[in-house]
């Protein structure tokens, strides 16, 4: 059983920067894609952000985010990071960690696990 939790959310100011956690545990994941993505009150399907592959650390990034935010992984530790910086107010949002096999996604739907969420906060 895939389990995923994250961490690292909270609250900053517009410009700053925080650091996204996934502890990854239950399964072998040389096979898996591990995306982030968010998703604000009122929007039905949550927002690709980034994904990368846990064998090849390929990486993908929505193009909102994409000189800003990076993810990476710490294989020995099954750990998955997104870093985030310059953020701005609309990055607002829950993050969610979750994990695919085999191929690259970025839609929700295509994933099959997920974790509960952190919720990031950027004021202006």
């Known amino acids: 059983q895939v389990q995923l939790a994250e961490s690292g959310g909270g609250l900053v100011q517009a410009g700053g920067s925080l650091r996204l956690s996934c502890a990854a545990s239950g399964r072998t994941f040389s096979s898996y894609f591990m995306g982030w993505f968010r998703q604000t009150p009122g929007k039905e399907e949550r927002e690709f952000v980034a994904a990368i592959s846990w064998a090849y650390g390929s990486t993908y990034y929505a193009d909102s985010v994409k000189g800003r935010f990076t993810i990476s992984r710490d294989s020995a530790k099954n750990m998955v990071y997104l870093q985030m910086n310059s953020l701005k107010p609309e990055d607002t949002a829950g993050y969610y960690c979750?994990?695919?096999?085999?191929?690259?996604?970025?839609?929700?739907?295509?994933?099959?696990?997920w974790g509960q969420g952190t919720q990031v906060t950027v004021s202006s």
């Open positions: 979750a994990a695919r096999r085999y191929s690259a996604a970025t839609r929700a739907p295509q994933y099959d696990y």
